[in-house]
């Protein structure tokens, strides 16, 4: 048997070396990146709380509405005249009409005009550039899970969102039985226009998965660098970011809006598009009743694979996810209901958030 030749001994001890290194850089890098918060402490059950929906009249509710208030102004109008036909004005309608009719939404009421306004001020109202610090106190909300994949299947799942300073961390626990086990963890920081996502890590078994978020860039698992799109956010925050989107009053949640929003995977970056469908109520097991908008992604242009998650999210309960689908191609899905949902003490009145930024 002849010897190996010394150049393809060194080969194979340069590939050997290579394949450990790598190794290494997979299980080490996101170890670095990730830093786990302590576990925080949960003090009370959040239970439903009476909250407005809003919603956009119908055609029936605005005709009679607009016809009621036309036939008034011109009874006032028709008896101003009479009493005083030099000072005759039309009565500005109520509120509730106001409402009712679009066309008279932006007519401009008495305690708008000038002559109503403070003595001395000569400003309109401008928005507050120090907005209130709307996040969530620490939260757990956990799920009862059910599904198919081959076979009915049965777990539990939790979603904990935690802050400290402009710190946060959002995590993501899906468990079925032996079957298997899914955790997704973002961290970064926030700020007053929302999350900004600096480190994402996924595992599924014994697979982990992440994304990097540089100032300007984002580091998928294969490599590849992107450019780094305004608002990106990632798929455990963007549970957190769209509840408090909505709870905050930057977009409103409505039958028949448009969400949309960047999510950055280990695999690729993708604008997903979420149409709220439809108001509707779910019967959880301890929660009871709760109404909740439905928001569905459309499909990609190009998916990369058969993971697809339909959310619901509850007003009366801060606008957290009480429900989340999601689909796993063909048959397989899993579908998580709310069970509980634990809070702890609001974070304590601090500085105004700053902008986004990169890493500290």
Same mark, same amino acid.
């Given at each position: 048997?002849?010897?190996?030749?010394?150049?393809?001994?060194?080969?194979?001890?340069?590939?050997?070396?290579?394949?450990?290194?790598?190794?290494?850089?997979?299980?080490?890098?996101?170890?670095?990146?990730?830093?786990?918060?302590? %576990?925080?402490?949960?003090?009370?059950?959040?239970?439903?709380?009476?909250?407005? !929906?809003?919603?956009?009249?119908?055609?029936?509710?605005?005709?009679?509405?607009?016809?009621?208030?036309?036939?008034?102004?011109?009874?006032?109008?028709?008896?101003?005249?009479?009493?005083?036909?030099?000072?005759?004005?039309?009565?500005?309608?109520?509120?509730?009409?106001?409402?009712?009719?679009?066309?008279?939404?932006?007519?401009?009421?008495?305690?708008?005009?000038?002559?109503?306004?403070?003595? $001395?001020?000569? %400003?309109?109202? +401008?928005?507050?550039?120090?907005?209130?610090?709307?996040?969530?106190?620490?939260? *757990?909300?956990?799920?009862?899970?059910?599904?198919? &994949?081959?076979?009915?299947?049965?777990?539990?799942?939790?979603?904990?969102?935690?802050?400290?300073? %402009? *710190?946060?961390?959002?995590?993501?626990?899906?468990?079925?039985?032996?079957?298997?086990?899914?955790?997704?963890?973002?961290?970064?920081?926030?700020?007053?226009?929302?999350?900004?996502?600096?480190? &994402?890590?996924?595992?599924?078994?014994?697979? *982990? *998965?992440?994304?990097?978020?540089?100032?300007?860039?984002?580091?998928?698992?294969? $490599?590849?660098?992107?450019?780094?799109?305004?608002?990106?956010?990632?798929?455990?925050?963007?549970?957190?970011?769209?509840?408090?989107?909505?709870?905050?009053?930057?977009?409103?949640?409505?039958?028949?809006?448009?969400?949309?929003?960047?999510?950055?995977?280990?695999?690729?970056?993708?604008?997903?598009?979420?149409?709220?469908?439809?108001?509707?109520?779910?019967?959880?097991?301890?929660?009871?009743?709760?109404?909740?908008?439905?928001?569905?992604?459309?499909?990609?242009? +190009?998916?990369?694979?058969? !993971?697809?998650?339909? !959310?619901?999210?509850?007003?009366?309960?801060?606008?957290?996810?009480?429900?989340?689908?999601?689909?796993?191609?063909?048959?397989?899905?899993?579908?998580?209901?709310? %069970?509980? !949902?634990?809070?702890?003490?609001?974070?304590?009145?601090?500085?105004?958030?700053?902008?986004?930024?990169? +890493?500290?």
């Amino acid at each position: 048997m002849r010897p190996a030749k010394p150049l393809t001994l060194l080969g194979l001890v340069v590939l050997v070396h290579a394949l450990v290194l790598w190794g290494l850089r997979q299980e080490l890098l996101p170890a670095l990146v990730i830093q786990p918060l302590p %576990e925080p402490v949960f003090l009370h059950l959040l239970a439903p709380k009476a909250a407005p !929906i809003k919603r956009a009249p119908s055609k029936r509710e605005v005709a009679p509405a607009q016809s009621a208030s036309l036939a008034r102004n011109a009874s006032v109008t028709s008896d101003s005249n009479l009493a005083d036909p030099q000072n005759a004005a039309p009565e500005p309608p109520s509120p509730d009409e106001a409402i009712a009719d679009p066309s008279l939404a932006n007519l401009p009421s008495a305690a708008a005009t000038p002559e109503a306004a403070p003595s $001395g001020s000569t %400003e309109s109202a +401008k928005p507050d550039p120090n907005p209130p610090d709307t996040w969530p106190a620490d939260t *757990r909300v956990s799920y009862e899970m059910r599904g198919f &994949y081959r076979g009915d299947v049965y777990g539990s799942a939790k979603v904990q969102w935690q802050r400290q300073q %402009e *710190r946060y961390q959002v995590q993501l626990d899906m468990r079925m039985a032996l079957l298997f086990q899914v955790s997704m963890t973002s961290q970064g920081q926030v700020t007053a226009s929302g999350l900004v996502p600096q480190a &994402y890590e996924e595992r599924f078994l014994s697979v *982990r *998965r992440s994304v990097g978020f540089e100032e300007a860039l984002l580091q998928l698992q294969d $490599g590849r660098q992107l450019a780094k799109p305004p608002g990106v956010q990632d798929p455990a925050s963007q549970f957190v970011e769209l509840s408090q989107r909505f709870a905050s009053g930057r977009q409103t949640l409505a039958v028949g809006e448009v969400v949309t929003v960047w999510l950055a995977r280990p695999g690729g970056l993708d604008l997903w598009t979420y149409d709220v469908t439809e108001l509707v109520g779910l019967q959880t097991p301890q929660l009871g009743l709760v109404q909740a908008f439905h928001l569905k992604p459309r499909p990609l242009a +190009k998916p990369r694979g058969d !993971i697809v998650a339909e !959310i619901w999210l509850a007003p009366s309960l801060q606008y957290l996810p009480v429900r989340v689908r999601i689909a796993l191609g063909g048959d397989n899905f899993v579908d998580l209901l709310v %069970e509980t !949902i634990e809070q702890g003490a609001p974070p304590p009145s601090q500085e105004p958030l700053p902008g986004p930024r990169g +890493k500290p």
